[in-house]
């Protein structure tokens, strides 16, 4: 089975800073996705990014990127020039690409926090 | 275009009664996952339904069961609520069901509180 650990319980940037949350999974297959998922206060997850497992090339979106290393099964997300609007939980997501197992696997998320 | 819709956003039951959660997926999507979310952790998958099918479950009891109409809507059903069901019960809709490599969009929950 699928594992997927945020060490981060909390994390904390000032405005207009860069911040980087850390996600590593374990997993015995070699085709996946990772996914990183945003929840504001609102409850409503919210799709950051997404990173095809048999692309080496690192995902980005805006200011938003990831570092992926596959080998060391590592993915975290960097957020640049951070707003006061990013403040939320973040939760990483692992899913199988082969199969039928389309299930997302979450870790138990990081509170950003964004202060003045 | 109206994203996923989850009713009620907020129920409270006590334990041993039953309760339903229904979910409207994102329109042209086909495939309904539901997940759990206890306080303070991240979504656990309970189970996914497409072509008004369970196709795939997660590591929950009986108690918990669902339903896809042919609209695709979907149900959750929890019988002989416990305490520990109180959480926020997640739906997420895709396009193509469980083979498929489509984003899961998410609804805002409905928060089950359990006395």
């Known amino acids: 089975a699928q594992t997927v650990t945020q060490s981060q319980p909390e994390m904390s940037v000032q405005e207009a800073e860069t911040v980087t949350l850390s996600c590593t999974y374990d997993?015995?297959?070699?085709?996946?996705?990772l996914f990183w998922y945003k929840q504001p206060p609102s409850r409503q997850m919210i799709l950051v990014i997404r990173?095809?497992?048999?692309?080496?090339q690192n995902a980005t979106e805006n200011r938003f990127s990831v570092n992926f290393q596959k080998a060391a099964k590592s993915f975290s997300l960097k957020i640049s020039d951070s707003q006061l609007g990013d403040a939320a939980m973040y939760f990483c997501a692992y899913r199988s690409a082969t199969g039928t197992a389309s299930k997302l696997t979450f870790g138990t998320g990081t509170r950003l926090q964004v202060t003045l | 275009d109206a994203g996923v819709t989850q009713s009620p956003t907020h129920l409270i039951k006590t334990r041993g009664q039953q309760v339903t959660l229904r979910c409207s997926p994102k329109?042209?999507?086909?495939?309904v996952s539901w997940y759990q979310q206890a306080l303070g952790q991240g979504p656990q998958f309970i189970f996914q339904y497409y072509e008004e099918e369970e196709r795939q479950r997660g590591n929950f009891p009986d108690r918990f069961s669902g339903h896809q109409f042919p609209n695709y809507s979907s149900e959750l059903n929890v019988n002989a609520l416990l305490l520990g069901d109180s959480a926020l019960y997640l739906c997420a809709s895709s396009l193509g069901g469980p083979l498929a490599k489509n984003i899961q969009y998410f609804g805002a929950g409905t928060r089950l509180s359990v006395l």
């Open positions: 329109s042209g999507h086909d495939t």
């Open positions: 990173q095809e497992a048999y692309k080496q």
């Open positions: 997993t015995s297959e070699s085709d996946y996705y």
